[in-house]
């Protein structure tokens, strides 16, 4: 099969290679999918799983791509709850070969069935984006009704998704970002927007909960700003800063098949919607990680055309 593979972490997206390797094989409780789209996130070149397995061992050359939609074409043995030729959407584990490829290896726990009205490509962008959003909100966050949150990069590719998944939940959204960003913030569901290069952070007032997706700086600032007994929920990685009572949580996504058909049921009625910026090939991929511009929005590459 084809397959973009990693062995220099200091090169970054110019050290991948498009290579051919043997097709992965199901192991117990395993699926085995025909990627139709993957997702890519640039970030994950500076994660240790990417050249390490468990046991802290080298295991480059290494397929990156965590996000993938496809059909599943094997079971592994003792894999229930999918079926061959079911289309499916989900996360990959982080220390394992991932999805820019045509096949990959997967647990079936966390796949869940992609509807036949949903897009590929809108599938591989939906997964990750979509369950980092929900699980900062409402697992992390503790996100109600009727209360204010501040969603930094509000129209990025997660935070666009934290911005709808709050409003659509009723609490009241503040985004931030660069001044470019204000429109396409507010067209995702922001009540208010923040303008991080011209605006001043602690004049919005008090909020319950701040997602953050930019760590350093902002983050610490933003705790002045949390209430007492509110959350700061980060993926950016630890932050000393601590509200008032409240608590800090930064979190790593974990793929959950009933939080994913939550998400793609509300894309298929129009709740939500993916912030897709570049759509590519697998061919092209390599060049479309190398851009000189990079995309406002999620990179997709279609595997399988």
Known sequence: MKAIVVTDQAAGTAGMQLVERPQPKAAINDVIVQVHASGFTADELTWPPTWTDRLDRDRTPSIPGHELAGVVTALGYGTTGLSVGQRVFGLTDWTRDGTLAEYVAVEARNLAPLPGDVDFTVGAALAMPGLTAW???????????????LVHGAAGVVGSMATQLAREAGAYVIGTGRAAARQAALQFGAQEFVDLDNDILEDIGQVDLVFDVLGGDIAKRSVGVIRSRGTLVTIAGPIEARPVDGRTIDFVVESDRAQLSQIVHRVRDGRLRTNIGHIS?????????????????????????
């Open 135 to 149: 699980q900062g909100l409402f697992e992390h966050g503790r996100l109600c009704a009727g209360q204010t949150v």
């Open 281 to 305: 090939t697998l061919d092209d991929a390599i060049a479309a990680f190398n851009l000189t511009e990079r995309p406002k929005g999620k990179i997709v590459i279609r595997v399988c055309p």
